[in-house]
C-alpha cells in the first residue's frame, strides 16, 4: 500500500494493526461474539484517525498524502 510504497514505517503500522483489528471484527461478528467486538473496534478507530490526521491535508478538491 501507499504507506510501505512511501517507506513510512509508522503509517504502515498503524495500517497493519487496522487490519488485524478489522479481521478480528469480521471474526467475532461471524461467530457471533458481539462482545468481542467492541475492544477491536475501538482499537480500529484509533489507527484510523491517527494515520490521515498526521499524515494527509486537505485540499481544494481532495486529500492528499502530506509532503515530507
Known amino acids: 500500500g ?3 510504497s512511501t517507506d ?4 504502515a503500522k498503524w495500517a497493519a494493526a487496522a487490519m ?3 479481521t478480528a471484527i469480521a471474526a ?6 458481539t462482545e468481542d467486538v ?7 478507530g484509533c489507527a484510523c484517525q491517527g494515520c490521515p490526521m498526521k499524515y494527509r491535508e ?3 478538491t ?3 498524502i502530506k509532503k515530507g
Open 8 to 11: 513510512n514505517r509508522a503509517a
Open 58 to 60: 486537505k485540499t481544494t
Open 62 to 64: 481532495r486529500f492528499a
Open 2 to 4: 501507499i504507506c510501505k
Open 20 to 22: 488485524g483489528n478489522a
Open 28 to 33: 467475532a461478528a461471524k461467530a457471533g461474539k
Open 38 to 44: 467492541v475492544p477491536h473496534q475501538k482499537d480500529l
